[in-house]
């Protein structure tokens, strides 16, 4: 069985988060809405905050570091879809490896 480090991907997380002067739990809050397809302002209203922050945090996305970008999302594209239900689908896929 293969596991995932929720700790560690919750770090990594943070640490890019700071980098860039965000708030590491709305940064992650948003990037899964925008993965769900809700615009700014669905995301908004969504998470109760203004539309501005959502812009801010959206504009920090583009304008981030490629490989911190693609570390965040892959990051976040596991925990979204949830460490088990990945770590089935990776077992599915590689096999158990016994």
Request: net charge negative; charged share 20%; hydrophobic share 50%.
């Amino acid at each position: 069985m293969v596991f995932i480090d929720e700790d560690k991907a919750n770090y990594e997380i943070i640490n890019i988060a700071r980098k860039y002067d965000l708030n590491p739990v709305l940064l992650r809050a948003i990037v899964l809405q925008r993965n769900r397809g809700l615009n700014n302002a669905q995301i908004a209203q969504h998470l109760g905050i203004h539309r501005n922050t959502v812009n801010k945090y959206v504009t920090a996305l583009e304008e981030m570091n490629k490989d911190d970008l693609l570390k965040l999302l892959a990051i976040i594209a596991i925990i979204g879809a949830g460490a088990v239900l990945f770590a089935q689908i990776l077992e599915t896929i590689f096999g158990g490896g016994e």
